[in-house]
């Protein structure tokens, strides 16, 4: 599929974001000015990206504990998202959330959530809905190998292919679930292959190639659109950290990552790619490099010095008023 040039600067800006975001965070996780649990995307930012490209504000998302870059790529307010992560009063979930249940309806981001499995339902849940009301809208339920272990994802292709809802599992295999190895933990071959024992079209892609991923979206958008229903795209991308910060990775042979990150950086492919096609210059994206670090950089430090929620602020948000 070919990309304007000011599309394939705005994949990389959203990569680079999401990797200086992350970064920034690991850094300040180790440092302990973060409160809470953080799962960082590093090393799976073409995923978030290639898919997200393909959707406006009015499809959703559905997100998981590690949800960042879901955020990123579906238009959060980066200075806002540092404000959840810092629990202060102007973040997108007035400091209630925090990192794992991040949410942003307005961008339809329909939140991260720490129960692995259930944003495939909640995704389905909203296909269906654009459904019953003959919107053209998609929806995208992201989560990660451990996940499609779960009954409520093989309830969710089942229930999305018999109505042939405009969902898509973007299932994103980077290696672990926790601190098990996908070679212990899955008993198929894949995950496509078992996705499409469902009935739906299921496509397996590296997902460290920005391309591969954006195509193969392109694809299962245009099928959900038409209201041929659902697809699974597996996007292989593993992961550069562990499960969480402070994860002392005692299973994984450290070097892996050491390798990934010279082999697999999705940025520097993306880098090569379109110089190699003479699409965009080295110094169109270094300029993107310097726009990001400053907003990631501004970001962090309006956040760690805006005011907390105070207790009158802890009864709102708390149920729906219609
Ligand atoms: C229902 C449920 N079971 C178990 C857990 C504990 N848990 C948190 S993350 C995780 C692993 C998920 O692995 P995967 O889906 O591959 O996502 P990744 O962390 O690799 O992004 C587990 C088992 C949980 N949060 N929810
Ligand atoms: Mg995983």
Known sequence: MELSKSELLRAYRLMKTIREFESRISREFEAGTVPGFTHLYLGQEAVATGICMHLTDEDYISSTHRGHGHCIAKGCDVRKMALELWCKRDGLCRGKGGSMHIADISKGMLGANAIVGAGAPLALGAALTAKTLGKPNVSVTFGGDGATNQGTVFESMNFA???????????????????????????????????????????????????????????????????AGPSTIECVAPRWRGHFEGDAQAYRDLTEIKELRERKDCLKLFRERVREDKKLEAHEMDRVDLDVLALIDEAVEAAKVAPHPTPEDLLTDVYVSY
């Not at 070679?183 to 292959?193: M, P, V």
């Open 161 to 227: 292919v018999v109505l042939k809802l405009p969902v898509i599992f973007a299932v994103e295999n980077n290696g672990y679930g926790e601190h098990t190895g996908i070679a212990y933990h899955l008993g198929a071959k894949d995950i496509a292959s078992r996705a499409a024992a469902f009935g739906m079209p299921a496509v397996m892609v590296d997902g460290t190639d920005f391309f591969a991923v954006y195509d193969a979206m392109g694809e299962a958008t245009a099928r959900a659109r038409s209201g």
